[in-house]
């Protein structure tokens, strides 16, 4: 009965004691455990659909390599565990991370490789019924050739404003 008991629940308490402690090793993703609930879970059912997306520069340290203002369309889905961000008008699509959901607020990243360039795309909104406003990170890491270090960073933060056009919420 005791043999039992230490297999049932002694040792996978304490596998989940090694994954946290030990958290760091090759392979972990860094979401072990996340108080029994899912980021995903959290996420308010208005967060998915169409949105006209308006973005402003506000600072950067390359005016060169980006747009001062522009209007996007995002269309924010999920199929099973993955939440897709993609562009109906310029074909583009990506996966994203989200890394904080709570009281409205939501931050998310896309990471993507480019023509020997790394792209970091931070956004944090808060959603207010169909709006939401924000701020975009982007960090643009230009890479060598001969070793793939970096070595030019390109920084850009836009103001957001975000109105659904279509998706569950609208009435």
């Known amino acids: 009965m005791f043999r039992k008991i230490l297999k049932l629940f002694i040792l996978p308490l304490f596998v989940i004691i090694l994954s946290v402690n030990f958290g760091n090793c090759d392979g972990y993703n860094g979401e072990v455990l996340k ?3 899912s980021l995903q ?3 308010p059912k208005s967060f998915y659909g169409t949105w006209r997306v308006k973005s402003v ?3 950067t340290n390359s005016p060169a390599n980006f747009r001062k203002e522009n209007t996007d369309i995002w269309n924010l889905s999920k199929s099973g565990s993955v ?3 993609s562009n109906p008008f310029t074909g583009a699509s990506a ?3 989200l890394s904080y959901v709570g009281d409205d607020a939501i931050r998310f990243t896309k ?3 480019y023509d020997g360039k790394i792209l970091t795309d931070t956004v944090e909104i808060k959603l207010t019924g169909d709006k939401f406003s924000g701020t ?3 960090v643009l890491e230009t890479l060598s050739d001969v070793d ?4 030019k960073t390109a920084k850009a933060v836009y103001s957001l404003k975000g109105e659904k056009i279509a998706g569950t919420s609208i009435e």
Do not use: D, P
């Open 111 to 113: 990471k993507g490789n």
């Open 136 to 138: 975009n990170t982007l």
């Open 35 to 37: 108080a029994g609930i």
């Open 83 to 85: 939440i897709n961000l």
């Open 148 to 151: 793939n270090s970096v070595i």
């Open 57 to 59: 520069l506000t600072e």
């Open 95 to 97: 996966s994203i991370t």
């Open 41 to 43: 879970e959290q996420l």
